[in-house]
Nanobody, 128 residues
Framework: QVQLVETGGGLVLAGGSLRLSCATS????????MGWFRQAPGKEREFVSY???????????FYADSVKGRFAISGDSAKRTVYLQLNSLKPEDTAVYYC??????????????????WGQGTQVTVSS
């Protein structure tokens, strides 16, 4: 069983930065891609970013338009660990951030249904 554990959330002032981490345990080497989603109160879960592994290396990365240029995803392919650096944070970035792992080859991983395993989430709160 694959388990994902997110850490690194917290409270930060607008313009500040946070770094989220997502550690994998269980069948760690089965994931093909790992992504970050977020869900604000009263809103649907939305795609933030994903990284696709290329064997034992980092392959491609993708971002939602709303975070492009401000957030950066990176990862350790050997450990199947993924990070999300959040810079220039805005109050509208406030949400619970979820890490997810996909174990099926797909053309893209932008939708939540592309993922098989989810973490419990970590709260990010940006105050103005």
């Amino acid at each position: 069983q694959v388990q994902l554990v997110e850490t690194g959330g917290g409270l930060v002032l607008a313009g500040g930065s946070l770094r989220l981490s997502c550690a994998t345990s269980g069948h760690a080497f089965n994931s093909i891609a790992m992504g970050w989603f977020r869900q604000a109160p009263g809103k649907e879960r939305e795609f933030v970013s994903y990284i696709r592994w290329s064997g034992w290396s980092v392959g491609s990365t993708f971002y939602a338009d709303s975070v492009k240029g401000r957030f950066a995803i990176s990862g350790d392919s050997a450990k199947r660990t993924v990070y999300l650096q959040l810079n220039s944070l805005k109050p509208e970035d406030t949400a619970v951030y979820y890490c997810a792992a996909a174990h099926t080859v797909r053309s893209g991983y932008f939708g939540a249904t592309s993922y098989d395993t989810w973490g419990q989430g970590t709260q990010v709160t940006v105050s103005s």
